[in-house]
């Protein structure tokens, strides 16, 4: 596909995420967080749902789990803006709750679309919903973190989700030995050389409401749906 189709059919994605209807999570959220990076990603990384930072700012991975993701690409040498950012479902749950499976359901064509158009060679699903989702509900993250499931052309290679480190010196510890096997899986599947895309095009952002400013503004380059 032209790069300029995918950038407009991600645009597009994007376009219809933001005004949602297609289930109860619509009528609390505040900014749908469709996702965020490199159109031309190798690798995208898949989350649960928005938390309240990315409620509140339309992006995915801004609050502390977010910070601590950044922390773990930075460990593996991948660049966050080369990658692609999203979540199973696209607006924040009420309390953060876990996404109920009539949602999960209802977003899930929009993750699919994603995948199709972006076409990355590898996907990590990053904790349970992720993993479930993306690969059957019979998986079990404890098992299944840092293997290497190939599925459709593309390789699924699971994570903890970095918000279990929050409060878990156990799991920090976890986390970062396991990022360094992803980027050796990385390595082995796809070459280091292929990770950073010079090509990357990133999308401005279009937010509907932004209450309150985020303590860590956006870089410049970074692509923002
Ligand atoms: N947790 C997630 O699963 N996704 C986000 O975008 C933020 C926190
Ligand atoms: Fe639509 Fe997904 Fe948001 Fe539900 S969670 S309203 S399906 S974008």
């Known amino acids: 596909m032209l790069f300029m189709d995918k950038l407009q059919i991600l645009e597009e994605i994007a376009g219809e995420v933001k005004t949602c209807p297609k289930c109860r999570l619509a009528e609390t959220r505040l900014n749908a967080v469709p996702g965020e990076g490199s159109i031309s990603a190798r690798i995208m990384f898949i989350g649960e749902a928005p938390g309240e930072n990315e409620d509140k700012t ?22 966050r803006e080369d990658v692609f950012i999203s979540n199973i479902v696209k607006c924040r749950p009420p309390g953060n709750r ?44 404890t098992q299944d973190r840092c293997k290497v499931f190939r599925k459709s052309g593309i390789l699924y290679i699971p994570l903890y989700h970095p918000a279990a480190a929050l409060h ?58």
């Open 58 to 79: 339309g992006r995915p991975f801004v609050g502390q789990a977010g910070k601590f993701l950044n922390g773990l690409l930075e460990k593996a040498g991948i660049p």
């Open 98 to 141: 876990v996404p109920l499976p009539d949602e999960v359901e209802a977003c899930s064509d929009y993750l699919m679309a994603q995948i199709a158009i972006i076409e990355p060679k590898i996907v990590v699903p990053l904790g349970a919903s992720s993993l479930k989702t993306l690969l059957g509900k019979d998986r079990k993250i």
């Open 168 to 225: 878990n010196p156990k799991m920090v510890e976890t986390l970062q030995a396991d990022v360094l096997i992803l980027k050796e899986l990385i390595n082995r599947e796809i070459g280091e050389d292929e990770i950073t895309d010079l090509q990357s095009v990133h999308i401005p952002a279009e937010k509907k409401v932004a209450p309150e400013k985020t303590d860590e503004e956006p870089p410049q380059t970074l692509t923002l749906f």
